[in-house]
């Protein structure tokens, strides 16, 4: 995947070399890499992801995310893309769905399930459930039927049924090797 | 190049399309093409231009063209395991390309080179069948015939399993090893013989979908995920009204925004079939980036003019459809007319009559309408979402005048489709901007402009009589409806304007002796068009739900009323062509009844509820068990029973079949399009609420028969009857029968 290069942040300054003036912009990291982002600081976290990092995996939903197609992970809890500003966002942590695999592409034992219970069916708004999934198993990693029924996204393709025997294979550890 | 292939049809070929480079690659060709170059993409650099359907290299790798877009129906993993099924390719080492659109130029007109490339409409596997199992037989005929030159051993006494060639020595041969041997063999003359069902390997096991894990990775690319580098994003607010008129507009504050560079107007071009064009007047602005576009789209001024349907509303359209159908007034086409329904009329026992009302729908596809489009002087590239990328050719080439091959589309996995992509009004704009643009344009349709301008499914109003005679037996049936047909504006004559709302073959036709069906058409100016389940969705909902309201007239459990009508198992033949197959249609309800346990259907709190269709060959029957708590319906359990024939991937089907049941229940309990002064109401989830997971069932049991016959298609299969056995289970739960749909809004009213 193409991706625009990051303005990696200067590191510890060694001695004899001149400070950088100090920037304007806003810092944020995304997957483990940090970016700063120079333009209009209103401009919603998902423009940013798509547009400029290309980074295509977050999906667009509606203007308010209403179809959670767009959730990632902001310091660990989902969060809407679009409904978040640049502004808002200085020194926090964004993990979105290329994130969850480690970078030796062992991937999350919630994508494994994924795959494992075949719990995809257009695959446009699956993105979004796993990071909808990861927060819930997060916040309770037994999570029962009325918990996984607060999930917030939306899927015409009738992926549901699915996603719930997915979350329940991760909570139960029963995840396929990768 | 080897031979001029093996004929499949009159104008279509197998063949070898090239044994150079250590590759085999085989695919089909139609007649009269010039002996095509060694296509690059086989050799793997660019997987977009395939042109065949199989490359096997040296090392055994293969690649698998799709040709048929997966919006989500498992094409793009069915397909091509027919064809390595044949093969006896290790599905292991096979790849998955999505072959995109396949053209070449027949003296100025377009010559397809995969023939039918059509997704999500039902026909894909069954067409696959027919052809694409030859091209598997083919390259598995070349590799035998290889291996036996080498060995020195006739080709009747060696076996293929898992990409390897066995010797009756026990030595194994690679597909890889023998690939470039077997590019060099003359083809046989005739398909060599399909393999029996016994020695299937991958046909009727399950598979995962292909695309998995690129999907959950967030590494898999639908077309909205594709860029040019200096194409321009164009956002579009079209008229509230789809035939209204731009009176005034003011850029100054768009064009302020930064990043936004243009505003162009698109209206639709006068005489242009429905979906070939630009749906409504709109304004487009084109802008560096999205986020410029939208702030841009925001600061427009806009006047916008009313047309001649400004009057239309939703409760005035069906006052109109229930009157007629409670006149005197002909039909605008009688669709069937089986014996004499007015003689058997004045024989009745009893008379029952029951009027069913279900809304306007939208198709609320997860990935909205967008296009990627680049035009060149003698070139147009486009990146299209599309289930039917020849109808989308057939825009473009009409846009730009390019010779046939000179238009390329790519179609990656689409996010749904539903029969929305069967238009391309989005592809129009696309081209017309780029070309007001003289740049790449990326074109992004938001949420509120996906729902409010649509080619909808309109409503109908559906009005049943039946007779019934002092044997109980169903003597008459008369079905009226009353719809706004998805034909008009299309190229359809008047007198067939009916077959997309009517089925001419639906139950109970051809099972009660005085049948007749007839249509009625309503007037509106709001767009419509293809809808998946269409005609079945809305006819099996009053249909079904019918049936159960003369079971219960008739004080019998509504499973032995049903098992009545169809009768002896036999076959019976439709006027469409086909079979009904009463066996199997009793079949698929005796499966789900029994899952369910419909014995206790009088007994339980519970309510159960149950229903049947069939589908062009294809057979299925829910059963659903419902309770009322307080005023919040749960969705129990539900169960399927589906007979497509012979299944090719089980896990796939009962992903379709779950996903159809989920989606039409979704449907059922929440979603309607409502139209206020010609402007229709809803622009986002929140007005047009699927299914939330709270609201559907936990899970959904998917039986599905084992069969031998051809497979028949199953991506609509499962929704005909999901709602009506909800509505019969509702029943039974809340003695309140919901008549009129969505189901949950018309429930709370009367309870």
Redesign the interface.
């Known amino acids: 995947?193409?991706r625009v290069q990051a303005q990696v942040l200067s590191t510890a300054q060694e001695s004899g070399v001149v400070p950088e003036k100090v920037r304007d912009g806003i810092d944020l990291m995304i997957n483990g890499e940090r970016f700063r982002h120079t333009g209009?600081p209103q401009?919603?976290l998902l423009?940013y992801l798509?547009?400029?990092l290309?980074?295509?995996?977050?999906?667009?939903?509606?203007?308010?995310g209403?179809?959670g197609?767009d959730l990632v992970l902001l310091d660990g809890k989902a969060v809407s893309a679009i409904m978040q500003p640049l502004a808002r966002l200085a020194g926090k942590a964004v993990t979105?769905?290329?994130g969850?695999?480690g970078n030796d592409g062992s991937?999350h034992p919630l994508?494994q399930a994924?795959?494992?219970e075949?719990a995809?069916?257009?695959?446009?708004?699956?993105?979004g459930w796993?990071i909808a999934g990861i927060d819930l198993l997060r916040r309770k990693p037994q999570p029962d039927?009325g918990d996984?029924?607060?999930?917030?996204?939306?899927?015409?393709?009738?992926?549901?049924?699915?996603?719930?025997?997915a979350i329940k294979r991760a909570a139960a550890g029963k995840v396929a090797r990768a | 190049m080897s031979g001029h292939g093996i004929r499949l049809s009159r104008r279509r070929f197998l063949q070898v399309l090239a044994g150079g480079a250590g590759a085999l690659v085989v695919g089909i060709r139609v007649a009269e093409a010039a002996d095509a170059p060694l296509p690059p993409a086989m050799l793997g650099d660019n997987l977009y231009d395939l042109g065949a359907y199989v490359r096997i290299d040296a090392s055994g790798n293969m690649l698998i063209g799709a040709r048929d877009p997966?919006?989500?129906s498992g094409v793009a993993t069915a397909l091509p395991r027919i064809i390595a099924d044949e093969l006896d390719a290790d599905w292991t080492r096979v790849g998955v390309v999505p072959l995109g659109l396949g053209v070449e130029n027949d003296n100025g007109k377009p010559r397809w080179t995969y023939g039918r490339q059509l997704g999500g409409v039902g026909g894909s596997i069954p067409a696959a069948w027919n052809d694409l199992r030859q091209v598997g037989a083919v390259a598995r005929w070349l590799l035998l015939q290889a291996a036996a030159r080498r060995l020195g051993v006739p080709a009747s006494r060696l076996r293929c399993e898992a990409g390897t060639v066995i010797a009756p020595d026990g030595r194994r041969f690679g597909y890889g090893s023998l690939a470039a041997d077997a590019g060099k063999i003359a083809l046989p003359s005739s398909v060599p013989p399909l393999k029996h069902a016994a020695d299937y390997r991958l046909i009727g096991q399950s598979a995962?979908?292909v695309?998995?894990?690129a999907?959950?990775?967030?590494?898999?690319?639908?077309a909205?995920?594709h860029?040019y580098g200096d194409a321009l994003?164009a956002v579009l607010a079209h008229c509230p009204w789809p035939d209204g008129t731009l009176a005034r507009i003011d850029t100054t504050d768009t064009l302020a925004v930064?990043g936004v560079l243009k505003v162009v107007q698109l209206k639709p071009e006068p005489g242009q079939p429905l979906g070939s064009t630009v749906i409504a007047p709109a304004v487009a602005v084109l802008a560096e980036?999205?986020?410029a576009a939208l702030q841009g789209r925001a600061k427009l001024k806009l006047e916008w003019k009313p047309g001649a349907g400004s009057g239309e509303n939703s409760a005035a359209l069906e006052q109109q459809a229930t009157a007629l159908l409670a006149g005197d007034a002909l039909p605008t086409s009688r669709v069937r007319n089986d014996g004499d329904v007015e003689a058997a009329g004045r024989k009745a026992a009893r008379r029952l009559d029951a009027t069913y009302v279900q809304p306007w729908l939208a198709h609320?596809?997860?990935?909205?309408m967008n296009c990627l489009v680049r035009l060149d002087k003698d070139r147009a590239s486009l990146v299209v979402p599309t289930q039917a990328p020849q109808q989308a050719w057939a825009v473009v080439q009409r846009l730009t005048g390019l010779a046939p091959e000179r238009i390329d589309i790519r179609v990656p996995?689409?996010?749904?489709g539903?029969g929305r992509r069967l238009d391309h009004d989005y592809v129009a704009e696309a081209v017309l901007l780029a070309k007001a643009a003289g740049k790449p344009v990326r074109l992004?349709w938001?949420?509120?402009e996906d729902f409010g301008h649509d080619y909808y499914r309109a409503g109908s109003v559906h009005r049943i009589s039946a007779i019934i005679d002092r044997k109980r037996q169903l003597l008459a049936w008369h079905q009226r409806m009353a719809s706004a047909s998805a034909l008009v504006h299309r190229g359809v004559p008047d007198d067939r304007l009916w077959s997309s709302e009517l089925q001419v073959d639906q139950l109970p036709a051809a099972l009660v002796p005085n049948y007749r069906s007839d249509w009625y058409a309503l007037e509106s100016t709001l767009p419509r068009g293809p809808m998946r389940g269409m005609p079945y969705l809305s006819n099996a909902f009053a249909v079904e739900s019918f049936l159960d309201e003369i079971a219960h007239q008739m004080r019998e459990d509504p499973l032995k009323t049903r098992l009545r009508i169809l009768g002896e198992p036999r076959a019976l033949p439709l006027s469409s062509g086909g079979t009904l197959d009463t066996g199997r249609l009793v079949n698929v309800l005796k499966l789900v009844a029994d899952r369910i346990e419909w014995k206790n259907w009088l007994r339980t709190v519970n309510g159960l509820g149950i229903a049947c269709w069939h589908v062009d060959g294809a057979y299925v029957a829910h059963a659903v068990e419902a309770a009322m708590q307080g005023e919040t319906l749960v969705i129990q359990r539900v169960v399927c029973a589906v007979d497509v024939g012979r299944v090719i991937n089980p896990?796939?089907l009962q992903?379709q079949v779950?996903?159809?049941?989920?989606?039409a229940l979704?449907i059922a309990l929440n979603a309607a399009i409502t139209v206020k002064d010609g402007q229709v109401q809803q622009h986002?989830?929140?007005d047009y609420p699927?299914a939330?997971?709270?609201q559907?069932?936990?899970?959904?049991e998917v039986i599905t028969v084992p069969g031998d016959r051809a497979p028949a298609g199953a991506s609509f299969l499962a929704m005909p009857t999901a709602a009506p056995a909800l509505a019969n289970a509702v029943f039974r739960a809340s003695a309140v029968r919901v008549r009129r749909l969505p189901l949950m809004k018309e429930l709370l009213r009367l309870l």
Do not use: H
């Open positions: 995947m193409a209009d401009m919603p423009w798509r547009d400029v290309r980074l295509t995996g977050t999906k667009y939903g509606g203007e308010a209403e179809n197609a979105t769905v290329e969850l695999a991937l994508q994924f795959i494992d075949d995809i069916g257009c695959g446009y708004c699956t993105p796993l039927d996984i029924d607060q999930l917030p996204n939306l899927c015409r393709c009738g992926c549901q049924t699915r996603v719930r025997r | 997966d919006t989500g995962g979908d695309d998995a894990r999907i959950v990775t967030g590494a898999a690319l639908y909205i995920d860029y994003v930064k980036n999205t986020w609320a596809t997860a990935e909205p996995r689409v996010g749904g539903y992004l938001t949420r509120d896990l796939g992903g779950a996903g159809a049941t989920l989606d979704s986002g989830y929140k699927l939330s997971m709270a559907l069932p936990n899970d959904v």
